[in-house]
């Protein structure tokens, strides 16, 4: 289907065709006098249409320039209120969106600091221990376990000797020696504070305070207790 011409241009089409018979035979010889004069007439009268053309062309547009302007200021104006409405929404998504991938980030970073930290603690008991000879280092380990054949002599002298086990049990007497002591000592001063708050015989009615013998007796049963924990 062809498109419909516009009635707005229905004169300048007319102008056109009387133009196109009139000026698409004429033969231009601007070498004459007379000529030139004919061209420039005719150059003049083809400029003046392409002027009242484009003039009419802005004047017929301008009321769709005006009525676009208002449909993309109206479409504007619907917009931002949509816009309002829609962040509402999005920025509350998206605050629980992004707490829940800090939170899970923060998980991690903790999960991943508590085990540095166990490795740490987990290599300073192998240092401590390496210095203390309860541990033979990685790179000894290592040699020892190299240098071991497959024949029942080696695998025989691979395994710890006696003397070995009673020298490591020796040294865990060693390192536990000393909290040994400290238990025993508070023993003993617990003991000592048990006899020393015992109860003696039983009062006269009215010669003892209810409120201090009670006092009395709970610190009596917490240190018998301490008392038997460390039996």
């Known amino acids: 289907m062809a498109a419909r011409k516009l009635v707005v241009y229905n004169d300048m089409r007319k102008d056109l065709a009387v133009f196109e018979e009139e000026y698409s035979s004429i033969l231009i010889d601007c070498t004459t006098p007379k000529g030139m004069k004919s061209a420039k007439d005719c150059r003049k009268e083809i400029r003046d249409a392409r002027l009242n053309l484009e003039d009419l062309r802005k004047e017929a547009k301008a009321p769709v320039l005006a009525k676009g302007t208002q449909i993309d200021d109206e479409a504007k104006a ?39 930290d166990l490795e740490a ?3 300073a008991i192998f240092d401590k221990e390496i210095e203390l000879g309860i541990r033979k280092p990685v790179e000894a380990v290592e040699e020892h376990d190299s240098g071991d054949s497959l024949d029942d002599s080696s695998s025989s002298e691979s395994v710890p000797s006696t003397d070995k086990i009673v020298d490591d049990t020796a040294d865990i007497e060693t390192i536990c020696e000393p909290h040994i002591k400290v238990a025993a000592q508070r023993l003993k001063v617990l003991k000592a504070i048990r006899n020393l708050v015992e109860p003696s015989d039983a009062q006269p009615e009215g010669r003892i ?15 018998w207790e301490l008392v038997d924990v460390f039996k």
């Open 209 to 223: 305070d209810e409120g201090i013998a009670e006092v009395h007796d709970a610190i009596l049963a917490d240190i």
């Open 121 to 123: 603690r987990e290599q």
């Open 78 to 116: 619907i917009k931002e209120k949509l816009d309002a409405l829609y962040s509402k929404f999005d920025d509350s998504i998206k605050a629980i969106e992004n707490k829940k991938e800090i939170d899970a980030a923060k998980a991690v970073k903790e999960q991943e600091d508590k085990l540095h």
